[in-house]
């Protein structure tokens, strides 16, 4: 069975906005500007209202203050937070993982040493490949996962991108509404099903640690390593 979510306290809310504000002032110079009119100008009709039609129209202005500035703070936030992670390794992952909906994000399926690397994603629009890393090299670990996926996605579709600004890649900023526009080819069940054979594909065994027994050592082993 699923663990219940767990519930946030209203303080911890508090702190996680807060956060949220000092990291948008530090990333994006209009935040304070755009915000500090998101609160006069409500502010101000508000008291243009209570003047002309008394004071109930008060906690209607200050419920638009609050929502003119959650607007301004869920918009530039969002731009922050893709400004700072383009170009940043794992940044493809780490944003299909905090997407709403029901997206199977397995990061680095493939990789090199020099941090290029396909993350695996599964949704409703199909089988997603995205490579972030060096254009060339990254293109040859993707032809590697198509051609591997293939054995097992069936009639699944297959989409890849190459996440980047250059001619023919995706920007990250974009990634979202991009997969989000996708046709949505399969049902929730196949979803599933689809992520049980890929997750059974894509597992890999690890060496056990430790010495190596003597009855797993191949015949021959240390041969070369003794006098003659």
């Known amino acids: 069975m699923a663990k219940p979510q767990e519930k946030v306290s209203f303080g911890q809310r508090l702190k996680q906005i807060g956060m949220v504000f000092q990291f948008t002032a530090k990333q994006d110079r209009w935040f304070a500007p755009l915000v500090a009119a998101a609160v006069l100008l409500p502010l101000a009709l508000t008291v243009v209202a209570v003047i002309l039609w008394g004071w109930i129209w008060l906690p ?27 170009g940043q390794p794992g940044a493809a992952a780490q944003i299909m993982e905090n997407m709403r909906g029901d997206w199977r994000v397995t990061p680095a399926v493939s990789s090199t040493t020099q941090m290029d690397m396909v993350h695996l994603v599964i949704g409703r629009p199909g089988v997603i490949l995205l490579a972030e890393g060096n254009p060339q090299r990254v293109r040859g670990l993707l032809g590697q996962e198509k051609r591997r996926l293939s054995k097992v996605i069936g009639s699944a579709p297959l989409h890849d991108y190459v996440i980047g600004q250059e001619e023919g890649e995706l920007p990250i900023r974009k990634l979202r509404t991009t997969l989000l526009r996708l046709p949505r080819a399969l049902s929730g069940k196949d979803v599933n099903s689809l992520d049980k054979r890929l997750k059974a594909l894509t597992a890999r065994p690890q060496m056990p640690k430790g010495a190596i027994p003597k009855n797993m050592r191949p015949p021959g082993a240390f041969r070369q390593s003794r006098g003659r």
């Open 60 to 86: 209607i202005g200050i419920l638009f203050v609050l929502l003119a500035v959650l607007i301004v703070l869920n918009l530039r936030s969002n731009k922050a937070m893709m400004n700072a992670a383009e």
